[in-house]
């Protein structure tokens, strides 16, 4: 049993319940400890890049401190919790000048650094898991069903602080799609924006971008999208105009563990 | 030219405008490109050259969507998102710059509107 300090964020609390309940009755069944810490501050949604900016990467510093501490790794499902941290993570290791302002204002018992590791739930799967293990655990195949894997843009880059997968041909998805059974469908829109916050800002906008989605995912022949993201799965659904299911892969990996129906008793 | 802002703008984006070869790649892939009014590739040069009061008066600072796409698909790593960054926390740190307020967020709000799209949109357009 391996145990990961769990970031659930501040969505997957309320409108993305669907996201964290199937992640948390998956983990279990596959023998995965998620340990929410006490105390975790919202993520900010959104990493700002600006070197002189340092009060908004605290939080994330925070969760991450908080992981080093218990010697565990942290794990997030959320995307946008997940570009923040390991934005934060990456930008605090690799810079002197942020983690020195950092850690003056934090006065921790020992500086952070970058020591924790940070996993997106679905790189546990593939690198904790194993895919090939988890097709065996597999009890309820998603057999024949044409899935579309939705990337976006939070879960891939920039690659270089995220170190998922290649950020212009990812796999990680589809790999897990063929894992609980089913067949991934590539389209040219995988790893582009859904229009995000600009749902807002530009109502137009967002459903320009997310029906372009939508229509290249439908055009190669899916059945459904799935997605990590609450934001993406909101414009996908809301502003698209496309009738195409769209689900978070937590929900179709309880499904293929027979937990789904269980969990809905 | 401000110097002076161009030199802020600069430092707080961390990106290197003169590595720009101008292939236009950014703005090629820019989600974006038929909001902006100043795309990719001229937030590049117009801080290159320090026409920076333009970009900070343009709607274009709102039209990123921060998809990081400009960034990893740029073959010099000048990392324009950063610079576009930059100017906008330039226009919105001014003393009335916030472009949103939270009492403007409940009558944007929808029954299905994740938090997350809250806490973003507050973190680009407001201080």
Redesign the interface.
């Known amino acids: 049993m391996e145990t990961f300090t769990y970031y659930p964020g501040c969505t997957l609390r309320t409108k993305a319940k669907d996201l964290d309940t199937y992640a948390r009755i998956s983990a279990e069944a596959l023998g995965i400890v998620l340990a929410e810490p006490d105390d975790w501050q919202c993520c900010g949604g959104a990493y700002t890049t600006a070197k002189d900016e340092i009060a908004t990467k605290l939080s994330a510093v925070r969760a991450l401190n908080a992981a080093k501490e218990l010697g565990r790794p942290l794990i997030t499902v959320c995307s946008a919790c997940h570009n923040v941290i390991k934005q934060t993570n990456y930008d605090i290791s690799h810079d002197e000048n942020m983690a020195a302002k950092v850690n003056n204002y934090l006065q921790l018992p020992e500086a952070y650094t970058g020591e924790t590791t940070v996993y997106h739930y679905l790189e546990m799967l593939r690198d904790v898991v194993g895919f090939d293990n988890l097709k065996e655990k597999v009890t309820n195949p998603l057999t024949g069903r044409k899935i579309a894997a939705y990337y976006g843009c939070l879960l891939l880059r920039p690659a270089k602080a995220l170190a998922m997968d290649d950020p212009e041909n990812p796999a990680i998805m589809e790999d897990f799609i063929k894992a609980i059974g089913a067949t991934p469908v590539i389209y040219a829109q995988r790893n582009e924006c859904c229009g995000g916050y600009i749902t807002l800002e530009d109502k137009a906008q967002a459903q320009k971008r997310s029906a372009a989605v939508m229509n290249s995912a439908a055009d190669m022949g899916a059945e459904m999208i799935v997605t990590a993201c609450p934001l993406c799965l909101y414009n996908l659904r809301k502003n698209s105009g496309s009738e195409l299911p769209v689900y978070y892969f937590t929900e179709l990996l309880a499904e293929a563990l027979g937990l789904k129906e269980a969990s809905n008793e | 030219m401000n110097k002076n802002l161009k030199e802020q703008v600069l430092?707080?984006?961390?990106a290197n405008v003169l590595k720009c070869m101008r292939c236009g790649k950014c703005s090629a892939t820019c989600?974006?490109y038929d909001?902006m009014e100043y795309h990719p590739h001229q937030f590049v040069y117009m801080v290159e050259k320090g026409d920076i009061e333009t970009l900070m008066k343009s709607e274009s600072l709102?039209?990123c969507?921060?998809?990081?796409?400009c960034?990893?698909r740029c073959p010099r790593g000048v990392?324009p998102?950063?610079v576009v960054?930059?100017v906008r926390?330039a226009a919105v740190r001014q003393q009335g710059g916030n472009r949103?307020s939270p009492d403007m967020i409940p009558d944007?709000l929808?029954e299905?509107?994740?938090?997350?799209?809250?806490?973003?949109?507050l973190?680009?357009?407001a201080k």
């Open positions: 430092r707080s984006s961390g989600p974006s909001e709102y039209r969507l921060t998809c990081f796409a960034v990893d990392e998102a950063k960054e930059a926390l949103l944007m929808d299905d509107l994740p938090q997350q799209a809250i806490v973003t949109a973190r680009k357009y």
